[in-house]
């Protein structure tokens, strides 16, 4: 079970923390708090499926996916059906870092890689990216004690590098 200020993985909310428990109702529940931009959300979630959250990655996890970014291999999924690649790409954003940084990239690389050919990229694809970076770099900073912020610069770089 999780304590009280530690920080999980919601899968649709992405990184949370865990303000208290409430076993007032017909089931107990984990008090969660979000934080999206500058809105902080309050929301119960079912101790009942507590497995499906997990604590976020370490802060020597974070320092490596940053380190290693470069050598990150973008995920190959590819489908006919852009409805179901899509799917895919947001059932990993569910799992947080590392999967998060990797989809980032690989929106990223299919972005370039239809202006390359000339091409717009599929609409998905910078729907995806936006998710994914912004789970992305809430999580890191969450990892390493900074700011969202420095994440953004931090990524920016080893994007540059790439």
């Not at 802060?59 to 999924?77: G, K, L, V």
Request: proline share 4%; net charge negative.
């Amino acid at each position: 079970m999780f304590e009280i200020g530690e920080h999980v993985i919601h899968p649709g909310q992405g990184v949370c923390t865990v303000t208290g428990f409430d076993d007032n109702g017909p089931a107990p529940m984990i008090v969660l708090e979000s934080k999206q931009g500058h809105a902080k959300t309050r929301m119960l979630y079912p101790v009942a499926q507590s497995d499906r959250l997990h604590p976020t990655v370490t802060r020597e996890e974070a320092q490596r996916i940053i380190d290693h970014y470069s050598e990150m291999e973008c995920d190959t999924f590819t489908e006919r059906n852009s409805s179901l690649e899509e799917s895919h790409f947001k059932q990993l954003l569910k799992q947080g870092a590392p999967a998060t940084v990797r989809v980032a990239k690989t929106m990223r690389h299919r972005i370039a890689e239809a202006e390359r050919r000339d091409k717009k990229p599929s609409s998905y694809y910078t729907r995806v990216l936006k998710e994914a970076h912004r789970r992305s770099v809430e999580e890191l900073a969450v990892a390493l004690e900074v700011t969202e912020d420095e994440i953004e610069q931090l990524l920016e770089t080893r994007i540059s590098e790439n």
